[in-house]
């Protein structure tokens, strides 16, 4: 059954390579995409996308909104840089300026009006912060009735965190920690929300042998554009660092419509969203359930992404 998929990003590696992979997905229609500068700069994440959905949308009319959205927590520019090295991929650009055009409204407003006009219900999907969702509930109250669900790459429930800042606890991921305000306001929401967080990405972290895997196959277009984007974030090695890359988004993305390669269990929780562990989602039991996915098979994911990025040339 095809789902109407509403996917709204954040520019990075891995956001950008969740939208190639998720225009291969026969189950998926897109009906919008919105992309936000949060983990990135908005225009060449706007302008990425754009590209990706040229080269390798199969002619899919879709449009590209841009995101007029502020974090209370900007994320390290140094990070913020790759998606100006995507958007420069020759693979990207051999046919000159982008043809998917930009949508006229703000990333908020046109995920309320593309959903609203759905046919069916819609399928959000999120691997960046969550600010132009709760923009879009305070504004629409009845987008929930046409929302089928959340899938958002955020959060963790162990207090292991990925923000390394002044002024705050470690216990947080850093698209929750971005805009904590917006977490609390999409979990308030009646929203049935599934939730990919570190307890999962950490089983799949970027690695030599992962990008060896992928050199091999770089005859076709999609795994040799997967390859250059993650060529441009540092594997984990020796050790684990703060800049250290996953395949946080890929695996919210793939697992989202493969449901298989994943295990879920429904957690009751809230958010907290001031003081030095403000974004920080935890357990509580009479919270409100999340579907949680806590493992993954990591040979099916990896598979599943071979077979996906074939499809594409
Ligand atoms: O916390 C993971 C989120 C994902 O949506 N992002 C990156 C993914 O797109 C932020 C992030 C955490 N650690 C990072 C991040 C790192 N080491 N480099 C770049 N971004
Ligand atoms: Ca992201």
Request: avoid cysteine; aromatic fraction near 10%.
């Amino acid at each position: 059954m095809v789902q109407n998929v509403y996917f709204s990003h954040d520019g990075a590696v891995d956001d950008l390579v969740s939208l190639f992979l998720l225009l291969q997905m026969d189950n998926v229609k897109l009906i919008g995409v919105g992309a936000i500068g949060a983990d990135s700069y908005t225009e060449p994440a706007v302008s990425a996308s754009r590209k990706i959905i040229d080269r390798f949308g199969h002619g899919e009319k879709l449009e590209v909104a841009s995101s007029n959205a502020r974090g209370v927590h900007t994320f390290p520019t140094e990070w913020r840089m790759d998606s100006f090295r995507v958007d420069a991929f020759p693979v990207l650009n051999e046919f000159g300026a982008p043809k998917t055009p930009i949508a006229k409204e703000p990333a908020w407003k046109d995920m309320v009006d593309k959903i609203m006009a759905s046919d069916s219900k819609v399928t959000v999907l999120m691997t960046g912060p969550l600010t132009d969702l709760a923009s879009a509930l305070k504004a629409e109250p009845k987008l929930q009735d046409k929302i089928e669900k959340l899938v958002w790459m955020g959060g963790t429930f162990d207090n292991r965190g990925n923000v390394a800042e002044p002024e705050q606890d470690g216990t947080m991921e850093w698209n929750a920690f971005w805009d904590p305000e917006a977490v609390k306001t999409v979990w308030d929401s009646s929203l049935e929300i599934h939730m990919v967080g570190l307890e999962s990405t950490r089983k799949v972290p970027l690695t030599n042998d992962v990008r060896d895997r992928w050199a091999k196959q770089r005859k076709y277009a999609g795994l040799d554009l997967i390859g250059n984007g993650y060529a441009l974030v540092p594997p984990l090695a020796h050790f684990e660092t703060n800049s250290t890359y996953y395949l946080w988004d890929v695996l919210t993305t793939v697992s989202s419509q493969y449901p298989e390669i994943v295990k879920t269990k429904i957690v009751n929780s809230d958010v907290i969203s001031d003081g030095p562990a403000q974004g920080r989602t935890f357990e509580k039991a009479d919270g409100r359930p999340v579907e949680m996915v806590y493992d993954v098979d990591h040979d099916a994911f990896f598979d599943k992404i071979d077979e996906l990025a074939r499809k594409a040339d």
